[in-house]
């Protein structure tokens, strides 16, 4: 039961790729949930226009998948617009790997718990769930958004799925700058949590049935200062 929690997915994979490997097997299913849209779409868009196969979103991710050796015909590509909740439990059911990339996490929470309502089987999978940006921030049952990576330009907590007990808190696409690093430690500091900052080429390696993990530089901890 593991959450491979990445910044940005494929560079993750070029910078770790045989560490990866090591948990991603080549005969792996894996179910791709691309709904962190930006606005609301519908079914033939979704196919079209934001994932279909010409797109840079669909090679990127998709490239990356095939990077780590999983087939093409092995990888299910999810509507949340045209797919049953049934269809959908099933594939959730039939896959090794959810993968959750990134986008607008309301959006996806929006799809995930009121519009398919498979908030609970992601809850309490026993599946490898990779998560990329807002896919990784999503997996904690409370996560933050910095101003610089929220749609909305504040600072703000929002609810995730809860995949993880919250050992942490995260922070996705860091950069080297002293005001935003300062900020990560002072919300490390006022909520008495660790905040790893995972930078783009970085990842974390989490396992939830004992709570360990493994840290893929660049990453970067904060710890509360007393």
């Known amino acids: 039961m593991y959450s491979l929690l990445f910044s940005d997915f494929p560079r993750g994979v070029e910078n770790h790729k045989e560490e990866i490997k090591k948990y991603i097997k080549e005969n792996y299913k894996v179910a791709v ?22 797109t840079n979103r669909y090679q990127r991710y998709i490239g990356a998948l095939k990077e780590l050796g999983i087939q093409k015909k092995n990888i299910i590509i999810c509507n949340c ?54 896919g990784t921030e999503l997996q904690l049952r409370r996560y933050f958004i910095t101003a610089k990576n929220n749609y909305y330009k504040y600072f703000a907590f929002y609810d995730g799925f809860g ?15 002293k005001n935003y690093l300062n900020k ?3 919300v490390s500091t006022e909520t008495k949590k660790d905040v790893y900052a995972i930078y783009d080429g970085g990842a974390i390696l989490y396992n939830r049935s004992d709570e360990t993990f493994k840290v893929l530089n660049p990453v970067t901890k904060f710890s509360p200062k007393k």
């Not at 959006?107 to 490898?128: A, G, P, R, S």
């Open 81 to 134: 617009y045209r797919d049953s909740r049934e269809k959908l439990l099933e594939i959730l059911k039939l896959v090794d790997v959810i993968f959750l990339p990134g986008g607008n996490p309301e959006m996806m929470f929006k799809k995930v718990v009121h519009d398919t309502e498979l908030l609970y089987i992601l809850k309490h999978t026993d599946k490898i769930v990779i998560g990329e940006s807002a």
């Open 33 to 54: 949930l691309p709904w962190a849209f930006p606005v609301e779409i519908d079914a033939d868009r979704f196919e079209n226009e934001y994932f279909s196969k010409d």
């Open 184 to 186: 990560l430690q002072q």
């Open 163 to 177: 995949i993880l007990n919250d050992p942490f808190y995260l922070d996705v696409h860091s950069i080297n700058n």
